[in-house]
């Protein structure tokens, strides 16, 4: 039996959370992985950049605003993800979120952008559908229509 347990280990689907909230990397951590995922969290882009080098993830939730201070701490996030891990799924979850805001983060590329609060099972539908559906070319993530 404790033979069988890392390979299903690797069968779970990997998540990496990021937000500076806690609660929100708890309460996330704790719903994904009682459905099947695989979880890993951090509060800050330094910590979430290390993650990101050791572990290959389906999809990353983050929010746009890491710190105090400035949205650009997401935006960073978000092309290095895409530049390092083209396959991997990026959803963004914000407070700070406008249409402008929404514009420039899927620019960045990412696949999804909700604004908080947002219902954890809606957010489960979401990483699901894109875990399910191949990424999109580069060229087709700008070609965004207006």
Known sequence: MWLGQ????ELRPRLLVVDDEEAICFSMSEYF??????VDTARELDEAEELLKRSEYKVV?????LSLTTKSDGL????????HNPQTRIIVLTAYGSA????????CGA???LRKPKPL????????GLIESPPRSSSMRRA???
């Open 6 to 9: 890392p390979a299903r280990e």
């Open 76 to 83: 960073e996030m978000i092309r290095s993800i895409r530049a």
């Open 61 to 65: 939730i983050q929010d746009l605003q």
């Open 100 to 107: 402008e805001v929404e514009d420039e983060a899927r620019r």
């Open 33 to 38: 992985s009682l459905h099947g995922y695989k």
């Open 111 to 113: 696949d999804a952008f």
């Open 121 to 128: 099972s809606q957010v489960a539908q979401i990483v699901q």
């Open 144 to 146: 965004r229509p207006a």
